[in-house]
Every structure is written in structure tokens, then in C-alpha cells.
């Protein structure tokens, strides 16, 4: 992990130390989902954003995904059912166990088993089809986006987070308040999942546009790839909208861990060789957050290694 100067084309070395630290220091615990990890404490990752986009290509990380999940964040959006309706089915566990146990089902139809398997494939099928279903067990509550763009204080008034610190940057590059956070202790018990990534915050040097991005928990095998895209693409976003370049992106990790069902796959990420970064295409076209169309964003030369699969935990 970097603590100082960024290296040439760091991504996946940055990563795979990280994997490398986790194996050969984590300590075992248990968990929230049951499943068990290794785990660390207070890690930190650095990408030098010129250097080409961090995809990882020591595994294939599906940026479509990645992309879309970032635009329904942008949007504001709470809900399972835009999501899905893009063909990104990575939130659709937690609505469905929150159904199942608000039905009563979750005993009838136990994690991870094959019926449970099936009777969540039907619930998608009904969230896709079926809009108010949707709306009643799609709702994810006041998740990430939606507090990026309808935070509600104490006194009642809505801050659209993202919207404010986009004009920071334009007109007060030099603030040290240019944050935006997702963590609201007062909702915690509403949201599918309270926030992993909790808060992120700007810094202008000149034309160069740095992102620091704190997170709580890091599911390092599964999440973390598709953490670090996503912020690097949020900073590229930003960086376009306000007329500044992409400069570095900080990430610190608090509870860094590797699921146990996850640790003969990290460890085969270890010895993969890192490829070249690829690059990052936007259209001139995208001029403000409120209107960004998915095809106007692309990656091109990515020739990653062959995608590793791993069961996700709920």
C-alpha cells in the first residue's frame, strides 16, 4: 500500500499488495453474514489517475456494472428497479432477504441454498415486471446516491450534496469543505445496507482535480475492484463537468477483509501479471451530473485476465 509518491501503472500492484497484507496478516473473525474473514485494520490505496483508468486486469472487473451503479447513484436513485432494468443484478440480495424475512419466508427458504437460489430469481423477475412491487420491496432505503442528492438535516431542509460541492470546485477550488457523505447515523436501521464507502471529498491543485474516499468496511475480494473504478469514474465525471483533469484517488480502508469462501480466489489473484491500464473515453457531450447518458462513457484497450468467481455474502 502507498503511503507516498504514487509508482508508474500501480493499480493492480497497489491491490494485490493489499490481497498479500490481508492473507499474511489478517486476523480471523466472524461476521455479520456468518461467513467468516480475515481481516485488517486501517489500510490506505493511491491511483494516480494520468497513469490510465484502474480497472483492474489481474481479474476481469465488469464495468458495465461498475458504470451503472454510478450513474443510479448520481441519479439519487433508492430504488432496486432502474438498476435491474440495466441488467445490473449486484443489490438484488439485500431487498430480497428484507423481503423474505417481511413475508416471513426467510426460515422456508434458508441463504445460499438452492431454493433460495430460485425464489430470488422470481423476485427480480417481479421487481422488473411489476412496478409497484417494486415499490414496495425494491426500495432500498436512503442508500448512497439518494443521500449524495436529498441529504435532509435536523431542520428539515434537503442539501443536494453532489450538486454543492460541483460548485465549490468552480467557485471556491480552495475550500477544504468539498465533501460529501453518505453516512447518517438517524437512518441506519431504514437502508438495505448502511454505507461501506461513507464519504468522499475534493481537493483542486490547480487544473488537477484529487478525490480522498473513506471506507468503514471493505469486502476486498468482490467489492473493493468495483469501489476503486467507481471512484475513479466519479472523479473523471466531476473532473469534466467543472473543467479540471483527474488528479489522484485516495482510498482509506478501515475494516479491510477477505471473506474465507473468498481466500483460494484471492490468493490465485496474487500471482497473476499486472496488464496495462486501460483508458477512459467520455463524450464532450456530458456537461453537468443531472443529464449523463450511459454510452457517452467507455473504456477501451482493457484486456484483463479472465474474470474469478466468488459467492457474494448477505
Request: aromatic share 10%; charged share 25%.
Amino acid at each position: 500500500m502507498s503511503t507516498g509518491k504514487v509508482s508508474k501503472n500501480n493499480a493492480d500492484r497497489e491491490y494485490q499488495t493489499l490481497l498479500k497484507d490481508i492473507l499474511k496478516n489478517g486476523v480471523k473473525s466472524s461476521d455479520r453474514t456468518g461467513t467468516g474473514t480475515k481481516k485488517v485494520f486501517g489500510r490506505m490505496l493511491k491511483f494516480d489517475l494520468s497513469e490510465g483508468f484502474p480497472l483492474l486486469t489481474t481479474k476481469k472487473v465488469w464495468f458495465h456494472g461498475v458504470k451503472e451503479e454510478l450513474l443510479w447513484f448520481i441519479r439519487g436513485e433508492r430504488n432496486l428497479r432502474p438498476l435491474v432494468l440495466t441488467g445490473v443484478n449486484i443489490w438484488n440480495e439485500w431487498p430480497y432477504q428484507r423481503y423474505l424475512v417481511a413475508n416471513k419466508l426467510d426460515k422456508k427458504y434458508p441463504k445460499y441454498t438452492p431454493i433460495w437460489e430460485g425464489k430470488m430469481k422470481e423476485f427480480i423477475e417481479k421487481i422488473e415486471a411489476d412496478e409497484k412491487f417494486a415499490n414496495k420491496y425494491g426500495d432500498l432505503g436512503p442508500v448512497y446516491g439518494y443521500k449524495w442528492r436529498n441529504w435532509k438535516g435536523a431542520n428539515g431542509k434537503g442539501v443536494d450534496q453532489l450538486a454543492a460541492a460541483v460548485k465549490d470546485i468552480k467557485e471556491n477550488p480552495n475550500s477544504r469543505r468539498i465533501i460529501v457523505t453518505a453516512w447518517d447515523p438517524s437512518v441506519l436501521s431504514e437502508v438495505a445496507l448502511p454505507p461501506c464507502h461513507m464519504e468522499f471529498q475534493f481537493q483542486v491543485v490547480g487544473k488537477k482535480l484529487n478525490c480522498f474516499m473513506v471506507q468503514r468496511s471493505v469486502d476486498t475480494f468482490l467489492g473493493l475492484p468495483f469501489n476503486i473504478a467507481s471512484y475513479a469514474l466519479l472523479t473523471h465525471i466531476v473532473a469534466r463537468v467543472t473543467g479540471k483533469v483527474p488528479g489522484i484517488l485516495t482510498m482509506a480502508l478501515a475494516d479491510t477483509h477477505i471473506y474465507l469462501n473468498h481466500i483460494k480466489q484471492a490468493k490465485e489473484q496474487t500471482t497473476r501479471k499486472p496488464r496495462p491500464l486501460p483508458k477512459l473515453r467520455i463524450s464532450s457531450k456530458l456537461k453537468n451530473v443531472d443529464h449523463i447518458e450511459s454510452d457517452w462513457i467507455k473504456v477501451v484497450g482493457y484486456d484483463p485476465h479472465p474474470a474469478i468467481a466468488a459467492p457474494i455474502s448477505v
